[in-house]
């Protein structure tokens, strides 16, 4: 857990326990992930609603994650109040 805290405090951040350790055996890591490393944060970039409309899916996710300490959430939270 700390190492996972420690992680997320440097915006990186594994799916579990089991891929870290699986990190430790990486040589190399290639990355497509466009704006979460050209910026250094993630942010939210579209909004697709299955029902309703994307204003209110993005108020109701930012309810949802008002109070999240993940980098993720607070993603959510910060482009809903763009």
Do not use: C, Q, Y
Not at 2 to 18: N, S, Y
Not at 26 to 49: H, N, Q, Y
Not at 54 to 68: F, P, Q, T
């Amino acid at each position: 857990m700390a190492g996972t805290g420690k992680e997320a405090e440097h915006g990186i951040l594994f799916k579990g326990a089991d891929a870290m350790e699986a990190a430790a055996k990486l040589r190399v890591v290639i990355f497509e992930k466009t704006g979460t490393l050209t910026r250094g944060d993630p942010s939210v970039t579209d909004v697709i609603a299955l029902t309703g409309n994307e204003v209110e899916v993005l108020h109701l996710a930012a309810v949802a994650e008002k109070n999240s300490e993940h980098p993720l959430g607070a993603a959510i939270v910060t482009g809903a109040r763009a």
